[in-house]
């Protein structure tokens, strides 16, 4: 049996506004909804698979710089949730052409620090350094920042793990590696609006 004819069989609420809804109605939503929620890290796997094989020009392609960015923090020394952040930071490249860090830095938010979280979200302006004026760009977008308390963290972001992390011959971590850092990390949110929610399941 699918997975669609599964959930096509499941009790579902009765109402068809949601004013009209009742405590058995969201007992059922929220028994769905954290087992749903369990399978995150799952889909987040699987998403980030899809960069496999997208090159864009770059000499290695978006999956082979993902894992090469989480690796070499990793080997670094930083912890596991800068790591996650590292592997997961461009993630949002196939939905979110044009503003690809918010999308990563969505995805991690309830998970991580505020300080992974900026630097996940601003990472693009600091990355920029390295490129932009080669495209009519301001290279020192990142300026704006430079008051901010993590500008140092995300520059060093940038410098030692994302814009070095384009070489061939580098010997990355697989994808399998990072697994259990990912599962452990998106374990439980601790910022979230349904975070009371996530600690009553
Ligand atoms: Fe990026
Ligand atoms: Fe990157």
Same mark, same amino acid.
């Given at each position: 049996? +699918?997975?669609?004819? %599964?959930?096509?069989?499941?009790?579902?609420?009765?109402?068809?506004?949601?004013?009209?809804?009742?405590?058995?109605?969201?007992?059922?939503?929220?028994?769905?909804?954290?087992?749903?929620?369990?399978?995150?890290?799952?889909?987040?796997? $699987?998403?980030?698979?899809?960069?496999?094989?997208?090159?864009?020009?770059?000499? %290695?392609?978006?999956?082979?710089? +993902?894992?090469?960015?989480?690796?070499?923090?990793?080997?670094? #020394?930083?912890?596991?949730?800068?790591?996650?952040?590292?592997?997961?930071?461009?993630?949002?490249?196939?939905?979110?052409?044009?503003?690809?860090?918010?999308?990563?830095?969505?995805?991690?938010?309830?998970? %991580?620090?505020?300080?992974?979280?900026?630097?996940?979200?601003?990472? #693009?302006?600091?990355? #920029?350094?390295?490129?932009?004026?080669?495209? #009519?760009? $301001?290279?020192?977008?990142? $300026?704006?920042?430079?008051?901010?308390?993590?500008?140092?963290?995300?520059?060093?972001?940038?410098?030692?793990?994302?814009?070095?992390?384009?070489?061939?011959?580098?010997?990355?971590?697989?994808?399998?590696?990072?697994?259990?850092?990912?599962?452990?990390?998106?374990?439980?949110?601790?910022? +979230?609006?349904?975070?009371?929610?996530?600690?009553?399941?």
């Amino acid at each position: 049996m +699918s997975q669609d004819a %599964v959930s096509d069989t499941a009790e579902r609420a009765k109402f068809r506004e949601m004013k009209e809804g009742t405590a058995q109605d969201w007992a059922i939503i929220g028994g769905e909804y954290m087992a749903f929620a369990k399978g995150l890290p799952d889909r987040v796997l $699987d998403h980030l698979r899809l960069l496999d094989g997208d090159f864009g020009g770059f000499p %290695v392609d978006r999956f082979e710089h +993902s894992l090469q960015t989480a690796t070499r923090a990793h080997r670094d #020394g930083r912890d596991e949730q800068y790591v996650v952040m590292a592997l997961l930071h461009d993630i949002g490249d196939t939905l979110g052409s044009y503003n690809h860090p918010e999308v990563a830095a969505s995805i991690i938010k309830p998970f %991580v620090s505020e300080e992974v979280h900026w630097i996940c979200q601003n990472h #693009g302006h600091f990355q #920029g350094y390295y490129y932009f004026h080669f495209l #009519g760009m $301001d290279q020192n977008a990142r $300026d704006q920042f430079r008051d901010h308390p993590y500008f140092g963290a995300c520059a060093e972001f940038c410098e030692k793990y994302d814009q070095a992390a384009f070489d061939p011959d580098y010997q990355s971590e697989p994808l399998e590696f990072f697994e259990p850092m990912v599962r452990r990390v998106m374990t439980r949110p601790l910022n +979230s609006l349904y975070a009371k929610a996530a600690e009553a399941a």
